[in-house]
């Protein structure tokens, strides 16, 4: 088997003092499937270059502004990139996603897909016309373990499904960062640039997604309630919501930024007729496994009680792989699909377990289904969700 | 300091085969506070004797039902009995109950209340006009660390509450035990006996007094998800609600009988702008305890961070009391309270931190709530729960 | 089957203040098999007659000191008592021990058995003479999964054995309490009181019974390490320990009063050629249990992977039973004990779990073997201990 | 401030099927500090070309044996490599190592240092002459809570030392895959290629290590019993000690590979006059931390209670980062370490965490004392331990 070609990307956002762009590139770089060549880390011209040269990105292709390094990208003839990677705070991803793709480039986008269904509705169009591959980094969805509790829903294993439990509680919004300069929680509580979600975006859209991935089935209807407990907050910091699903299946989640004590506390629970399994984000490497009348069994990669797999990796069992390993699952994929999908391989482009456009659509919905029922105070089912 | 008196009580239910009757004896004898005299354990009248007999009950003293006890114990001289335990189904506590108080006993009666809010209210009319203590066992409020987490809460350690989770999962009706001659699951599940609730009833009343106790706090509002998945079952087995406190602050509950790998799962945390704290019934030596910002502290009998205290104990730190010491807790403050209201203290009767007739009855109109915003598919205000 | 009748007995030592006394009176009373109805709880005569009244035990029965107890309850015609119950520090255990045997009493005694091997052989010697039974209190032998873990030990699930790993680590005495007036370090830091361990004896001998009381095996050589850390103190405080068991099996052991963090930490784990298990006592209610290539499962009460048993129980699995539990299955198993050999019926004695003389002298030559092995800095063979 | 240069490295091992080889890649490659130019994969040719392709390495400098890429590389002009990376059995660390320092490259070397002390003296001889850098994969000392933890004892945190708890437990030739052509249990259980410790060795050294890195101390003695469980086994597979450390301290250790249960445990606990802390590797971005009399505090990054730092870090608090982030910050000090050594900054070279030669040889020397102080059945001060 031939090693394949690096993949060639370009970044925007991201620059000195981003979050989540540093993520993306050490993810990107540990299986040695990228190489960043290109960016618009920056609307400010001086960050942008520092940033450029902190990443060893050619002075000539850190760009000013994302339109003049789409159109400069589109026109390098043998090292152009294949892909663009969209870190922006939501409302910056529309835009430079469209004219990538209509440029002919792969997206990998930030979640939640954009500020609006609306945008989304239009970067799913550009997608269907580009033909290029677009992924959502919903990460979790990449974790060893998260991907072998779907395979074993999927084998079958814990019978009919039953409930689903899911959390994403994190306290960093416990006190209003947003008054004291803080960068981050800034944009985040600010519905200009988050869209109509607070907590309900930033991370319960990654438990919604989740339940999904795990367990194959969409939500038929929700009930939902919203908070805000941050002083002058518009957006909400807690929500609260039931779900239902296909086949009687109930769903209940949590997503909150103000509860002291929880660091990042995705948890996602699924219970069925013959067996319970869950899996701690804090943890990432253990599921907790009941059969009914069974002991709990701590699965960890290696002792596959089930010999039904699902999980790719890089290290022996018990050398724990956390957060950074399992985004940079997302990237090798990614590499993966667009190769598949650059050879017209499509029957390897559907096999790809990555979150797509319909899944960051699907948070969008989610996001105006949650606040539209909460101001309805009563249940909504999907068709109603936007 | 004298030593008091040990009271004298009758039970009524709790003959052989039973589940709570024995572990209320446990409790009873834990602290020396109490002696078994009398008893009309069983309906059947061999298993009645045979109960009494392990019970050292004196012959003459068991009593085929408990119409004739009552009676008999009514008009004894010198040794009558001081109080009488219920622990029969819910469907058989309002008759027996309301007659022990009208003979002027005192009454300690298993929970939920009764199986209807129609006998809650009787029973509560017949604790009025007695006077005598009416004590309902939520055992879990007696836990010491349950009561440590109220005294913070009190103390205002959490600063604004904000956020109540709460859930009480177990697994042992995962599969339908009714259908195989299990006698715990078939009257459990049965709503002649049960009353309307299912895991509504038989847990979810657990987590909620256990929100009021350890907050101070009643919904206003509540909006509730109910299933049934054991086939045939027409009661709840699975409960999802969503809860609204006074000043804004939101609960959420999960009560289930149907998840695998839930044992016994009764989990509380109460979120704060100021600190956050959670407990775990199956590590109930244990809080964690997180100021904003500051490290997760595990909280435990004998290093109490706040010096607040709020708890009794029997044993050095580190060595656990469990379920037992908790629900003998509940029996101590049960003999305090009797002889506070024998003696006339009315300010130690109501400084007693049991739960009472009223805990009772919220239980059930809780159940009540819960059912019928259930069917209306809608929040329901506290006025219209019952 | 007859409900048998309760026990009668007395207790030496436990007055007010005391820390172990009132622990085995909540033990002896939770399984309804005993009754207090004598005592020399002080050597303080006011102290003696205050701890009387607060046990109810009528003040005739109340006594100045063990050697008129003895005398006095020996020609009680009808209510003598049954046996008497040894709750002083380690040096005063021999005597009354001794004398109770003599009197035809059965004795239940605290550990480590004495202050000295001599006291041991003594009293090992009164055992023998008197035909009584006793019973020294390692309570941790006792506990459900404790006992499980034997059951399993014995059934061959773990293969042969090969390694034996405990720690008993304790924080109290990191600080020097014994110079702040702590009645408890004082007479524990003190080697006219408790001999010549410190917290080899107070805890190290729970940890080495423990180690048998699984595997059945006992050490063939040993080589300690024992250190003082405590300002003054001329009794150990850290032991550290490795042992040489029969058919190559080797062991490690920790204990310690001295190890901030540690409150109560007795653990023991037991790997063999097919599989290990792992006992915690701070959440006693459940084992770590390993087969190799196997998940590891974590067993309860209740969830009997192995169908075994070997436990009692009280409570529903995960509705945790805790220390004094464990301490009132030793009270029921000496209950059962004494009325079989009352009864003569050996072989029922013959096959009591509970500890006795010979597991109390073994502790005594652990003591005595690991302060030789220090002393001489090398491996000392069991036949050189003592 | 200027972005410094990516260094350029050879691989000598770490060719297909390889276990540490690719987690050095891996490693090497996160924080874009380095990249692999040449290699001497495999000592066959047709599976060195096979992993030179797949690293991407060109075929010019993928070479036969790691001999010829020394001599070659050592005469490239601009573009040489600047270190090796040795990634051999043990056996095969001294004389590429030797071979490359004369040649003037760094070295980055696999632990343990050597198979044998003799081979350990020649290497520190050669890195004396060569003045070159010289980096022992301890990885485990580059954990940002293992970091922390060592700056918590520097600051004097834990008051005066007292006991240093570690085990480096795992279960992997609890069967004896050896016999079974399992490739890593092979050479790991021959002494020609292992040396003379097995789990001693490839474990213990970590362990020892550790303890050392945490507390800055030498232990000045110690006693070893060691244990080959697997059948036909001439190395030790379990190894028990008992460590004495300047100032009284007291150490102990387990290293195993045969306990059932453990993956990968790791674990670490010191403990002072003042304070305990604890570490464990299968959860490591937790440190346990207890003052006297004060509750356990789960430190986190981010969360710093003391405000001492001592971590680098790459991600928010409470997204884990695991084994490889910790390998990849030895790469990055390595990095550091070399660029401050080829600018002649002395300062910053003495200042590197990184373990260097004294501490592979220190490791040596401990297998060399643990190996004669079992076979002496006794304690060995230091001074003979080599």
Redo the contacts between chains.
Sequence with gaps: M??PR?LRYAMIGGGPGA?IG??H??AA????RWELVAGALSSDPRRAAEGA??C?IAPDRSYADWQSMIAAEATRPDDRIDAVVIVTPNHLHAAPAIAALDAGFHVICDKPLASSIEEGLAMAQAVEQSGRAFVVTYTYSAFPMVRHMRAMVAAGVLGDL??I?SQYA???L??PLEQDGNKQAAWRTDPARSGAGGALGDIGTHAYQLAHFVTGLHAEAL?A?L?S?GPGRTLDD?A?L?L?YPG?V?G?M?A?Q????????LRI?V????????WD?????QL?????????????R??D?LNIGGYST????????????GFAQLYSDAADLILARDAGDMEQVAASPLPGIEDGLDGMRFINGAIASHKA???LARDDWA
């Excluded at 907790?288 to 960890?300: D, N, W, Y």
């Excluded at 890089?314 to 390993?325: F, I, K, V």
């Design positions: 031939t090693t690096r979050m540093p993520i590139r050490f770089r540990l299986d040695d040269e902190q060893r039953r409930v439990q994190q306290d960093w416990a006190s009930c309630d908070a407990f807690n609260h039931m239902r009687g109930r209940m949590w909150t103000v509860a002291p004590g929880k660091g990042n506390q629970g219970y069925g007729s013959e067996a319970g399994v869950e984000q804090e943890h990432p490497e907790r496994f009941t059969r009914i009348g069974q002991p709990t069994a701590i699965l960890e290696g002792n009680l890089r290290l022996p069992p018990s050398h724990p792989e956390g957060y950074l390993e105070g009563t249940w």
